[in-house]
């Protein structure tokens, strides 16, 4: 089993950046790929960011990429999603996962809630 929570949410003006944490615990965190998923009111949970276990490779979601970045302190046990210039479209609540491999994740945070203000 893998707790993880998430932190580092706020409400931010367009343009702004914040950065999200989620700690994990319970289980060897390098033995995971880590994603970062956010929900929106009245729309599906959707895909923004991941990393495979060592971090060495990543994805986005193209509405992220080039403003987004995901990273990873597997000392620390810690994944980071680095938001910049963030949009209106940008506010959701935010989730991180973990799984053995991208793309498959079996564990869960509660979310934090992102507000970017125009």
């Known amino acids: 089993q893998v707790q993880l929570v998430e932190s580092g949410g706020g409400l931010v003006q367009a343009g702004g950046s914040l950065r999200l944490s989620c700690a994990a615990s319970?289980?060897?965190?390098?033995?995971?790929?880590m994603g970062w998923f956010r929900q929106a009111p009245g729309k599906e949970r959707e895909f923004v960011a991941g990393n495979d276990w060592s971090g060495g490779s990543t994805y986005y979601a193209g509405s992220v990429k080039g403003r987004f970045t995901i990273s990873r302190d597997n000392a620390k046990n810690t994944v980071f999603l680095q938001m910049n210039s963030l949009k209106p479209e940008d506010t959701a609540v935010y989730y991180c996962a973990a799984g053995g491999r991208f793309g498959l994740y079996d564990y869960w945070g509660q979310g934090t809630q992102v507000t970017v203000s125009s």
């Open positions: 319970g289980r060897t965190f390098s033995n995971y790929a």
